[in-house]
T-cell receptor, first 113, second 115 residues
Framework: DQQVKQNSPSLSVQEGRISILNCDYTNSMFDYFLWYKKYPAEGPTFLISISSIKDKNEDGRFTVFLNKSAKHLSLHIVPSQPGDSAVYFCAASVGDSWGKLQFGAGTQVVVTP | SQTIHQWPATLVQPVGSPLSLECTVEGTSNPNLYWYRQAAGRGLQLLFYSVGIGQISSEVPQNLSASRPQDRQFILSSKKLLLSDSGFYLC??????????????FGSGTQLSVL
């Protein structure tokens, strides 16, 4: 039972353009959302997060938007750079869950010159 | 600074053979430790987590077990591997903080192929 879904397995974007990654969830109890980035042969690294009391969080080129009514969040990368080519995982948790995250299947982003 | 070590990076094992994957964390004490697995085409699934030495919680029924013999050591084991145990295994740690989900710090993973 996938509670967190990333329906786009891959995304190709030109360098300098915006990358938009989408994530949907089904559990209305989720109150904390995170994005992780993964390069080949490495473990995922934390990128950005958002609490359910907010609808936007920004960190440099990365912005996460949360639409609770639609149970949808998105990650915007502006401008996209070649080093952004990686797999991006959306994750969610309920309250005081001590790192017990529910992950999506990931989206492979390829930034082309 | 904190670091997490996980080995081996890749492993090919025959069906029915035993398994032992080890993970150690440096630079922190009393961390929460986790084993996640990613099967092909799916997200990372939490297998086990531990809040202290000897304390293991299992999230899904399976052919695997976990142990935490020392504060910063976490071991994933199986007595007899199944084909369905193939996947990418990730160890992770987080600090303890009341009332809020903490971000995870992952090891580099082990790609396990059971043939």
């Amino acid at each position: 039972d996938q509670q967190v879904k990333q329906n786009s397995p891959s995304l190709s974007v030109q360098e300098g353009r915006i990358s938009i990654l989408n994530c949907d969830y089904t559990n209305s109890m989720f109150d904390y959302f995170l994005w992780y980035k993964k390069y080949p042969a490495e473990g995922p690294t934390f990128l950005i997060s958002i609490s359910s009391i907010k609808d936007k969080n920004e960190d440099g080129r990365f912005t996460v938007f949360l639409n609770k009514s639609a149970k949808h969040l998105s990650l915007h990368i502006v401008p996209s750079q070649p080093g952004d080519s990686a797999v991006y995982f959306c994750a969610a948790s309920v309250g005081d869950s001590w790192g017990k995250l529910q992950f999506g299947a990931g989206t492979q982003v390829v930034v082309t010159p | 600074s904190q670091t997490i070590h996980q080995w081996p990076a890749t492993l090919v094992q025959p069906v029915g053979s035993p398994l032992s994957l080890e993970c150690t964390v440096e630079g922190t004490s009393n961390p929460n430790l986790y084993w996640y697995r990613q099967a092909a085409g799916r997200g990372l699934q939490l297998l086990f987590y531990s809040v202290g030495i000897g304390q293991i919680s299992s999230e899904v029924p399976q052919n695997l077990s976990a142990s935490r013999p020392q504060d910063r050591q976490f071991i994933l084991s199986s007595k007899k591997l199944l084909l369905s145990d193939s996947g990418f295994y990730l160890c992770a740690w987080s600090s303890k903080r009341q009332g809020k989900a903490e971000k995870l710090f992952f090891g580099s993973g082990t790609q396990l192929s059971v043939l």
